[in-house]
């Protein structure tokens, strides 16, 4: 593998009252080509930080320090960069039909006309294993269950063929069973299509399952990375070992050995 992007010494803070506070301190992280990073954390522990660094996001008022060095120059998000957000129902349009909102992004970064873009669409639905998708073009999100609702959000970041995938809790509003499909689905998808993916999330458990190597954040700072296997067995720091601790089945074959 190469590196896609080098992350030096990134700090941001945002302004909370008269001080600031830092949402990210010295971070240095090299993010590998085609690679499955997982990232995990408490909530305030700094991982979303870094997702919306890494997309350009962050508002204004952030202060931000460091460097983020990407190999191909600073990606485009939606063309080079697909965003899958923790709840699909703030994230998908209530008045636009599901094929209107996943072609769109091959309308506007690959310059195909709408009926092509509609094409792709359908093609994409069936990807994500979703029944009926010439059905699913002409469906809104509220005809949808939760899980069918965030596949649809898969389908729309896939649209533009990025080379990179961060899905930012992207499991977290789902029942178990759905997560495990959704999760399932991703891993399928990044090995098919050899895109790097960024798996953001605070369940340990769930990034073992499909990351390479996992990142662990706290308190705004990364205080350990590895192998999935390294991190799940031999944790470094204190801190990994409780969270392991609050997942008694990492014990189990299929979540240990699953990641390299």
Do not use: C
């Amino acid at each position: 593998m190469s590196a896609l992007v080098n992350i030096s010494n990134l700090g941001v803070t945002f302004r909370d009252g008269p001080r600031r506070v830092a949402a990210l301190s010295d971070v240095n992280l090299t993010i590998e080509a085609g690679e499955r990073l997982g990232i995990i954390g408490e909530s305030g522990s700094g991982k979303s930080t870094l997702a919306l660094a890494l997309t350009g996001l962050l508002p204004a008022s952030a202060e931000v320090s460091g460097r983020i060095d990407w190999a191909d120059g600073q990606p485009i998000l939606g063309r080079d960069i697909g965003m899958v957000f923790q709840d699909p129902s703030s994230s998908l349009d209530p008045v636009m039909s599901i094929g209107e909102q996943v072609a769109e992004g091959a309308v506007a970064h690959l310059g195909l006309s709408w009926g092509a873009a509609k094409e792709r669409a359908r093609d994409l639905l069936a990807q994500v294993k979703l029944p009926d998708p010439d059905g699913l073009l002409r469906a809104f999100p509220h005809q949808l269950s939760g899980g069918q609702r965030q596949r649809v959000a898969i389908a729309a970041a896939m649209a533009a063929g990025p080379r990179v995938l961060i899905a930012d809790e992207a499991t977290s509003a789902l029942d178990t069973i759905v997560q495990a499909e959704v999760v399932s689905l991703l891993d399928g998808l990044v090995k098919q299509q050899g895109i790097t993916l960024i798996f953001i999330t605070h369940d340990i458990a769930l990034a073992s399952q499909l990351a390479d190597r996992i990142a662990v954040f706290r308190h705004a700072q990364l205080v350990e990375v590895g192998t999935a296997r390294q991190v799940v067995t031999q944790p470094r720091e204190a801190y990994t070992a409780a969270l392991l601790g609050a997942h008694l089945d990492l014990g189990t074959p299929p979540l240990i050995g699953v990641a390299p």
